[in-house]
């Protein structure tokens, strides 16, 4: 499976500590992240990252135009609501483009554990008919 990794500043720590708990089920997939997300990502669990641009620098976009082509299963999209954003419709897109392709996507910890958690059970296998 195709696991997109995204952090806005707030939460990088917290995606780094989810990265660490959860590195035995994230290892078995291929990870892409936006770059800082995934440089701070790699630097603490020694996985492997694809990783694009920054967020701000256009890593959303990209990381968009994955989900437009279906290339990518499930999103973890660890979000500061309460800080604005300058690229805030970048941000909007990647969750409002998870929702028009069916997308799997977690905007907080307590759901990105629930679909690691799934993630691990298998039960992402019927993302397989839509490649």
């Known amino acids: 499976m195709n696991v997109a990794l995204i952090a806005h500043d707030a939460k990088k720590k917290l995606m780094q500590n989810f990265c660490i708990a959860y590195r035995g089920i994230l290892s078995h997939h291929m990870l892409y992240a936006t770059g800082t997300t995934g440089r701070l990502v790699e630097e603490v669990t020694n996985l492997t990252i694809h990783k694009f641009l920054a967020g701000h620098l256009?890593?959303?976009?990209?990381?968009?135009?994955?989900?437009?082509?279906?290339?990518?299963?499930?999103?973890?999209?660890?979000?500061?609501?309460?800080?604005?954003?300058?690229?805030?419709?970048?941000?909007?897109?990647?969750?409002?483009?998870?929702?028009?392709?069916?997308?799997?996507?977690?905007?907080?910890?307590?759901?990105?554990?629930?679909?690691?958690?799934?993630?691990?059970?298998?039960?992402?296998?019927?993302?397989?008919?839509?490649?």
């Open 58 to 131: 256009g890593g959303e976009q990209q990381l968009g135009a994955q989900i437009e082509h279906n290339q990518m299963d499930l999103v973890i999209f660890l979000r500061d609501p309460l800080t604005p954003k300058v690229h805030e419709p970048d941000v909007n897109n990647v969750v409002r483009l998870c929702d028009m392709y069916n997308i799997p996507l977690a905007t907080n910890l307590a759901s990105a554990e629930l679909l690691i958690k799934a993630l691990e059970r298998g039960d992402f296998e019927w993302r397989e008919m839509y490649r």
